[in-house]
């Protein structure tokens, strides 16, 4: 589930995508960077962006708010590309912005909200809260679903 040590803390990357602020596990992040122009694919997903270079790795980029549905991204200055390391495979994710590594206790997770079978929330781990801040805790393997994964490998192909 997340990285915890041996005091039963777990730390997470914490980022925002519209007015929400979630939490994925620090473990999983690679490196943070500042958006840059894609290499745009043809018959992809429109959540894919495009694939850049990094430093000889090409890594595709997954915008997490069209995958997710919360609206039309902007891009700009603030703009971020999380990139993680998922199942062997380094994949980018387009977020809003990050702020800050979070750590929580197993006091400060409360489990996800059941809401039904309306809406699949079988990616939140729970939600984390800290003083007034309240973190949307993702299981970034699960949000990558194997759809993704696969279009990941078939790039790397």
């Not at 990285?3 to 007015?19: C, I, K």
């Not at 609206?71 to 977020?95: A, E, H, K």
């Not at 409360?110 to 990616?123: F, I, L, Q, W």
Request: no cysteine; net charge negative.
């Amino acid at each position: 589930m997340s990285a915890q040590s041996s005091t039963g803390v777990s730390e997470f990357l914490a980022f925002t995508m519209g007015q929400e602020e979630y939490g994925l596990d620090i473990i999983k992040v690679q490196e943070i960077r500042g958006y840059e122009a894609v290499t745009r694919l043809a018959n992809t997903p429109d959540y894919f962006k495009g694939v850049i270079n990094l430093r000889g790795v090409i890594v595709p980029v997954i915008d997490m708010r069209i995958k997710l549905g919360l609206g039309t991204p902007t891009y700009d200055q603030f703009t971020i590309v999380i990139v993680l390391s998922i199942r062997g495979n380094t994949i980018g994710m387009v977020v809003d912005s990050v702020s800050d590594v979070t750590t929580l206790s197993p006091e400060q997770i409360r489990p996800a909200p059941e809401m039904g079978s309306a809406v699949d929330a079988g990616y939140l781990i729970g939600l984390g809260t800290l003083d007034q801040r309240m973190l949307i805790l993702v299981d970034i393997e699960r949000l990558m679903s194997s759809d993704d994964i696969g279009l990941v490998h078939k790039l790397a192909a």
